[in-house]
């Protein structure tokens, strides 16, 4: 399997990037990896580099996009932070894999039992990470309103879990006005997804393209 060249990233869709994802969490699933040679992959990408997809994703061990989505060097740029929000730093990392380095596709994947999230929903208050708990606040305040749980349910936290993918693909195209243009013009699409710590399953729970 070799690495994503400057042609074949551009003969992606954003449509086609999602599928590209989904079948690499299959293989995933079903233990069927893709053969590669990583070391071939690292002489392929030497020169540069084509990432057909950006995923924002928790930096929860169990969470790497790179293995859960079944992709080499070369093929995705991923960020990670704890609880998956975002903040003017990540959207300039969006903003250059999708205006410089051609991605179609911006991924938001949340995760079930996220300790950031868990942490959030308990009012940790600790340091800096105060602060990037905070981020989680609007999404907490959304399921008090429809859900009648204690703030430290398992069922309240996966619901706040679930709702934070939702609003922080809002604020991605709220707060990135390159971004949202990429959008608006078909050249990217933007997708919410949860992964399952306990199957390795990822479920898309939002699609968004023109």
Same mark, same amino acid.
């Given at each position: @399997?070799?690495?994503?060249?400057?042609?074949?990233?551009?003969?992606?869709?954003?449509?086609?990037?999602? *599928?590209?994802?989904? *079948?690499?969490?299959?293989?995933?699933?079903?233990?069927?990896?893709?053969?590669?040679?990583?070391?071939?992959?690292?002489?392929?990408?030497?020169?540069?580099?084509? +990432?057909?997809?950006?995923? %924002?994703?928790?930096?929860?061990?169990?969470?790497?996009?790179?293995?859960? #989505?079944?992709?080499?060097?070369?093929?995705? #740029?991923?960020?990670?932070?704890?609880?998956?929000?975002?903040?003017?730093?990540?959207? /300039?990392? @969006? =903003?250059?894999?999708?205006? $410089?380095?051609?991605?179609?596709?911006?991924?938001? %994947?949340?995760?079930?039992?996220? /300790?950031?999230?868990?942490?959030?929903?308990? *009012? &940790?208050? @600790?340091?800096? %990470?105060?602060?990037?708990?905070?981020?989680?606040? +609007?999404?907490?305040?959304? &399921?008090? =309103?429809?859900?009648?749980?204690?703030?430290?349910? +398992?069922?309240? &936290? *996966?619901?706040?879990?679930?709702?934070?993918?939702?609003?922080?693909?809002?604020?991605?195209?709220?707060?990135?006005? $390159?971004?949202?243009?990429?959008?608006?013009? /078909?050249?990217?699409?933007? &997708?919410?997804?949860?992964?399952?710590?306990?199957?390795?399953?990822?479920?898309?729970?939002?699609? @968004? #393209?023109?």
């Amino acid at each position: @399997m070799k690495a994503h060249t400057a042609e074949t990233q551009a003969s992606v869709t954003p449509k086609k990037a999602l *599928e590209f994802l989904k *079948e690499g969490n299959q293989r995933f699933v079903n233990n069927l990896k893709l053969n590669r040679h990583l070391l071939n992959q690292v002489n392929d990408t030497r020169d540069g580099q084509w +990432p057909f997809a950006i995923v %924002l994703s928790c930096i929860d061990s169990r969470t790497s996009a790179e293995l859960i #989505f079944d992709q080499g060097l070369g093929d995705i #740029f991923s960020v990670r932070i704890a609880g998956n929000v975002a903040n003017e730093d990540i959207l /300039g990392s @969006m =903003e250059y894999a999708c205006k $410089v380095a051609g991605s179609k596709l911006v991924v938001v %994947l949340g995760h079930s039992k996220c /300790g950031a999230v868990t942490g959030a929903c308990s *009012e &940790v208050k @600790m340091g800096n %990470l105060t602060g990037l708990l905070e981020k989680v606040n +609007p999404s907490i305040k959304k &399921v008090s =309103e429809r859900l009648d749980k204690k703030h430290t349910d +398992p069922a309240f &936290v *996966e619901e706040v879990s679930k709702q934070n993918v939702v609003d922080t693909m809002d604020g991605v195209l709220k707060n990135s006005d $390159v971004l949202k243009e990429l959008f608006e013009e /078909g050249k990217i699409g933007l &997708v919410g997804a949860y992964y399952d710590v306990e199957t390795g399953e990822v479920s898309i729970t939002k699609e @968004m #393209f023109k």
